[in-house]
């Protein structure tokens, strides 16, 4: 974010910032990254140092994140979302040197301005690690994917971003953010909204309307599940970015006839940052997610997607063992997820390897039965977990969001599931919700939906 705090010097009159009726321009930004920058150098904190920013949204605490970096630490955010277990394990294996809270850094702020002179930004080396972006934890615990400074800047060079990026951050000069700083995508695309001279407008809450039409929002970027909460009508949006998991084909094409063809789909991970970008462009091959970013390699093998980026981590921190079961030494990374690239170049994906229901001693993909069931026009959104059975050893059990008022027909669907893949695909129960259970990144959260099965999980 280093290149995002120099970008600031530009148009210091211009709004960086909206919250509700207040305005932070650029240069009062700037001026508050440097009290925080001050304030963290008298507590001891400099390069190499781990920083964890357990804070709110506000402008302060972004500044925050600009402080740390400026500083050369190496810095995490924590998730309003985590559990207890959760939170103590993360601050656990990012080792870190401060926990900063939001009143932690109105104190460091308050000594940053009364000190006599400002600290400035240190020299860091390239490979220092500027950052740990903690794994969504859906396959276990959080694992904190460590990103040099090198690589994380990258992020922010605007000469190195791909066409298609390019031409997505164009569509970004008044961003929502929403929720936390800690999502690698919200920090990323509210730094690249900054850097095109950009404002970026922070919403309190999950009703977003009013505050896209006051502040006149021309993109935002959020979960796949949250996308059926944007109403028709919002006239300035250019750009809806949705990630985390796949869109189905039936969602996405609802969407578009509701908000117009501005939906982007990302596809990456916390270990290797994004991996392809679908754009309004990509009709063709709705339910893909688009083409791969063109400084990214893409490798297929026995049907897993394989990866060399410029964006991805140098490993887990503090696990090399794990990370050597991911990253080769040439830098190709294992995703584990399932997938094909075409014959146009676009990235399809059938799911996860380790996201398996086993029946009767076969493997059901539960990607390959969810996909199934959203192919149906009366679905809009499927999610399949696993439960243990007495008599199968695991059965399949699904939960469907419909696309209209009614919800879709359970036999309809056991019969296109058991045409398309096998008898032990079917699902035991099918569940129509009108929402799922997020995790705190904004996945589907299986294990929560287990439960509802079977409440012992």
Same mark, same amino acid.
């Given at each position: 974010? !280093? ?22 321009? @650029? ?48 810095v ?29 850094l ?11 002179r ?22 276990? !615990?959080?694992?904190?994917?460590? @990103? ?25 000069? !008044? ?9 690698? #995508? ?20 999950? %009703?977003?309307?009013?505050?896209i ?5 021309? /993109? ?17 949006l250019?750009a ?17 006839? @509701?908000?117009?063809?501005i ?15 679908f ?10 997610v688009g ?42 990374? @294992? ?24 029946? %009767? ?5 539960a990607?390959?039965?969810?996909? /199934?069931?959203a ?48 008898? %032990? ?10 929402? #799922? ?21």
């Amino acid at each position: 974010m !280093r290149p995002v705090l120099e970008a600031l010097r530009a148009h210091p009159d211009r709004p960086a910032f909206e919250h509700g009726g207040r305005v932070v321009t @650029r240069a009062e930004l700037r001026t508050m990254a440097f009290a925080l920058a001050t304030g963290m150098r008298s507590a001891g904190l400099g390069p190499g140092s781990g920083v964890a920013l357990a804070t709110d949204l506000t402008p302060e605490t972004f500044a925050a994140h600009l402080a740390a970096h400026a500083l050369g630490c190496r810095v995490a955010g924590a998730r309003p979302g985590w559990s207890p277990a959760i939170r103590a394990h993360a601050l656990k294996a990012g080792d870190f040197d401060a926990v900063l809270d939001t009143d932690r850094l109105e104190d460091l702020a308050a000594q940053g301005r009364s000190a006599s002179r400002q600290a400035a930004p240190v020299e860091v080396r390239p490979d220092d690690i500027a950052r740990l972006n903690f794994t969504s934890g859906t396959t276990g !615990r959080p694992k904190a994917c460590a @990103r040099t400074y090198a690589t994380f800047d990258l992020d922010f060079q605007s000469d190195r971003w791909s066409p298609d990026l390019a031409a997505l951050i164009e569509n970004c000069g !008044r961003f929502l953010a929403f929720e936390s700083w800690a999502p690698p #995508v919200m920090l990323t695309f509210a730094g690249r909204c900054l850097l095109i001279g950009g404002t970026v407008v922070i919403a309190d809450g999950a %009703n977003w309307a009013p505050v896209i039409e006051r502040h006149r929002v021309t /993109a935002l970027a959020m979960p796949v599940p949250f996308l059926q909460r944007l109403p028709a009508g919002l006239d300035s949006l250019r750009a809806v970015v949705v990630t985390g998991s796949p869109a189905s084909p039936t969602l996405l094409s609802a969407a578009m006839d @509701r908000l117009g063809p501005i939906l982007w789909q990302g596809y990456g991970q916390a270990e290797s940052g994004m991996i392809s970008l679908f754009t309004p462009a990509h009709l063709d091959a709705l339910g893909s997610v688009g083409r791969p970013l063109q400084e990214v390699e893409v490798a297929v093998h026995a049907g897993e997607i394989h990866v060399r980026s410029p964006h991805a981590m140098a490993g887990y921190w503090g696990e090399p063992e794990r990370t050597r079961e991911v990253l080769s030494e040439d830098g190709w990374l @294992r995703t584990h997820d399932l997938g094909r690239v075409d014959g146009d170049g676009y990235l399809w994906l059938d799911g996860r390897t380790r996201d398996i229901v086993i029946v %009767n001693a076969e493997i059901c993909y539960a990607g390959a039965i969810e996909r /199934a069931l959203a192919s149906h026009p009366d679905v809009a959104q499927a999610f399949v977990v696993g439960v243990p059975d007495e008599r199968t050893g695991e059965a399949v059990h699904a939960f469907v969001i419909p696309s209209g008022a009614e919800p879709p027909d359970p036999a309809a669907l056991a019969t296109l599931v058991r045409s398309e893949l096998t008898a %032990n695909s079917v699902p035991r129960t099918i569940t129509a919700v009108r929402e #799922v259970p997020l995790s705190p990144t904004g996945k589907p959260d299986k294990t929560a939906l287990a439960r509802l099965i079977d409440p012992d999980r």
